[in-house]
């Protein structure tokens, strides 16, 4: 079934949220990218926020306003010079306020849906209700798009803090029983939201696997598994799940499989392929979160992109072993990077090796040919991997999920975690975004969504 979410980064979300302290209606204009998923999701990205100014209320009382054209038609310009769809968005304040629309309400949206995708240049119309106030909010929105109508079901808030609020009056239907322990741990509300919750994991091995089975038991509910290899030998060893007989099999089939064991009624898809692949890539795009559990280089570019274009929440891991002469170990290192929009990007924080991502994207042939005329970075053989390790990564990963819907840590929150096991210890950062790199608010890139080529790279065939 069609479902429409909106996804707003934490600092457009805050001001339409601070919009229901005004005891009278208030109004805005919200640009919104769009992105298609392929199973039909339809996800509106916000971009920019214009707020009606003042003098622009022709009216403005508790329960009506009336907004002259000057108040939104400087929005529509913007739309069409950054090429986004536009939002016509009001405020219903009050504790007992409803969102659902009313008779007036439906005949503005009547009035000003052509005006809207005509001088926006966009075909498709929205309409955004908050009602309550700003700490708990209720919505109702309905997107006009081509001869659908469909509702804003999700409203997902992207940032320090992640915020799932759900329309659907059956979305929030959870086992008490079996998930009593997780409810004493962090409430109800957060249960609901991980069973709610749509995630992506890039990677099906040591540390991916972890993630999964966490995430599972956790309560997630709907999980893709990407990874385009199959389990070998030495894979039994790290990845949960998996028994002698499965060698030779899809990593991301075999896992799955398995989690569907742990939890029948879960919507776990197996996806073979790699993120450099488009068609692998655009499997993101239905995703509230994504964890990277990849050694690809490549692959973690991708997912760079997705957190700034998409506004995808992205927790990317990995563990390093360091040994020395005669293999004893020396380093365990341990990372976990949380990129949202306005963070800087594994690219600005130099998580990324862009020599080894571009030899990783040549062919065999190719690439063995430019290493040896000194073009091409070679890449590293099998590296060491122990469970412990790779769990413990894992676990710090799927910690930095519950954080961040929980909000128990210590503010500003943390953009990156970072273990050294040898020496058993933990510390923290934040970094900001390079000027002018794509994870820049100021380039306009955020929640820029579909376009040609999709997020703004080239892929290979």
């Not at 640009?31 to 003042?54: C, F, I, K, S």
């Not at 020395?324 to 170990?329: E, R, T």
């Not at 060491?384 to 929980?406: D, H, K, N, Q, S």
Request: hydrophobic content about 40%; overall charge negative; charged content about 25%.
């Amino acid at each position: 079934m069609r479902t429409t979410t909106l996804v707003l980064p934490e600092t457009i979300a805050r001001q339409l949220r601070g919009m229901l302290a005004e005891r009278r209606e208030s109004a805005a204009v919200l640009l919104a990218g769009v992105a298609r998923a392929r199973d039909g999701q339809l996800r509106l990205l916000g971009r920019e926020l214009h707020p009606v100014p003042d003098d622009c209320y022709e009216r403005r009382e508790r329960t009506e306003l009336i907004v002259v054209a000057d108040g939104w038609v400087p929005a529509l310009g913007r739309a069409a010079e950054i090429g986004a769809s536009a939002i016509w968005f009001h405020t219903h304040p009050g504790v007992d306020a409803n969102p659902k629309p009313s008779a007036r309400d439906r005949g503005v949206d009547e009035q000003l849906a052509d005006p809207f995708r005509i001088r926006s240049g966009s075909e498709l119309y929205g309409s955004l209700i908050f009602a309550g106030t700003p700490e708990h909010v209720r919505f109702s929105g309905r997107v006009l798009d081509g001869g659908q109508s469909p509702k804003i079901e999700r409203l997902w808030e992207v940032g320090d803090r992640l915020r799932l609020t759900d329309a659907r009056p059956d979305a929030t239907m959870v086992d008490s029983g079996l998930f009593d322990r997780n409810v004493r741990a962090f409430g109800g509300g957060v249960q609901e939201t991980l069973s709610s919750l749509s995630v992506g994991l890039v990677g099906a091995g040591g540390t991916g696997s972890a993630v999964a089975e966490q995430l599972i038991r956790l309560g997630v509910r709907r999980l893709s598994v990407i990874d385009p290899d199959t389990l070998s030998v030495s894979n039994l060893t790290r990845v949960y799940g998996s028994t002698p007989g499965d060698v030779g099999q899809s990593k991301a089939r075999v896992l799955a499989t398995h989690l569907r064991r742990i939890a029948p009624d879960a919507e776990v898809q197996a996806i073979v392929g790699t993120l450099t692949e488009e068609r692998t890539a655009r499997e993101l795009v239905g995703c509230d979160v994504v964890f990277g559990c990849t050694d690809d280089n490549a692959g973690r570019l991708v997912l760079s992109r997705a957190a700034s274009y998409l506004l995808t929440a992205v927790i990317d891991c990995g563990v390093l072993l360091s040994s020395g002469a005669g293999g004893a170990l020396t380093g365990i290192d341990a990372r976990v990077t949380v990129l949202t929009p306005g963070a800087a990007c594994l690219v600005c924080r130099e998580r990324i090796d862009l020599k080894r991502a571009q030899s990783e994207l040549l062919s065999v042939g190719e690439r063995s040919r430019l290493q040896q005329e000194g073009y091409a970075a070679a890449l590293p053989g099998v590296e060491p991997a122990v469970v412990a390790f790779t769990t413990a990564a894992a676990a710090a990963a799927v910690g930095e999920l519950i954080e961040r819907l929980v909000g128990y840590g210590q503010e500003p929150t943390p953009s990156e975690v970072l273990l050294r096991l040898h020496d058993r210890e933990v510390s923290v950062n934040r970094a900001a975004p390079r000027q002018g790199h794509y994870c820049d608010p100021s380039t306009g890139k955020l929640g820029l969504g579909e376009g040609e080529p999709f997020l703004e790279q080239t892929w290979t065939s």
